[in-house]
């Protein structure tokens, strides 16, 4: 069975300051951009080597605004601790400060940021698996 690999996409009214979260704070990389295709400009961030990427796109003359809620997650299992320390502390070198989790159960094993849009990442230390089954 392959792989499929997932892209997940939305706006932003910022492209830039999305590199500078994904990219020097995560430690994804830029894999392409595009300017103006159809009035849309676009980034996509990840890895050559990972089953996913995200896109974010910016329609000229559009507000896309901010995240509607707290609880808009995306969320990066890193269940080996080093790893996930080594993350964590690549966010808050790169400038961003963890944040407390809308549902309380992220911050038990896991830190929490806010990205410019206002979208939340948490990277847990615990495995998907042991999440998933308790």
Not at 21 to 31: E, I, K, R
């Amino acid at each position: 069975m392959s792989i499929p690999t997932l892209r997940v996409a939305r706006p932003s009214d910022d492209l830039e300051a999305l590199i500078g979260f994904y990219c020097d704070g995560l430690g994804m990389n830029l894999l392409d951009r595009f300017d103006d295709h159809a009035g849309f400009d676009g980034i996509m961030v990840g890895s050559a080597d990972m089953p996913y990427h995200l896109e974010f796109t910016r329609k000229r003359g559009h507000i896309a605004g901010r995240a509607p809620s707290a609880d808009n997650l995306l969320v990066f299992y890193l269940p080996r601790q080093a790893e996930w320390s080594a993350a964590v502390q690549r966010m808050k070198k790169a400038g961003y400060s963890p944040v407390s989790a809308f549902n309380p159960y992220w911050d038990l094993n896991g830190v929490t940021f806010e990205d410019p849009d206002g979208y939340r990442v948490v990277l847990q230390n615990s495995s998907w698996a042991q999440d998933r089954d308790g």
